[in-house]
């Protein structure tokens, strides 16, 4: 019977999603955030996938949190942000 690792690699990915989440790149931090996990998952069967997947898993909420409050500032006019995704969606600031 093998014994199955930690797939260093992964674990690096999820950290710096976590990173990524923290300094303020919400979309970035969302997609690493769900390429780890989908990796992670995939391959299950050779590597450990829990490490990655709970530390993903904050990054991925606290991004998604981010980005909506970023949206949410934007939309009601009391808030502006310069991150590139904002400018894509909403144009110029004000």
């Known amino acids: 019977m093998t014994e199955r690792k930690i797939y260093v690699p992964a674990v690096i990915a999820a950290v710096l ?19 780890v996990i989908i990796f992670s998952i995939a391959k299950r069967r050779k590597y450990r996938p829990l490490i990655p997947v709970i530390i993903t898993v904050p990054a991925l909420l606290l991004s998604v949190a981010f980005l909506a409050f970023l949206i949410y ?20 600031m004000r």
Do not use: K, Q, V
């Not at 990173?19 to 919400?26: H, I, Q, S, V």
């Not at 500032?73 to 310069?82: P, R």
């Open 73 to 92: 500032g934007e939309t009601t006019g009391i808030a502006s942000s310069s991150y590139w995704l904002m400018r894509l969606i909403f144009g110029e």
């Open 17 to 35: 999603a976590l990173a990524t989440g923290l300094f303020g790149l919400p979309l970035e931090s969302i997609l690493l955030s769900l390429g």
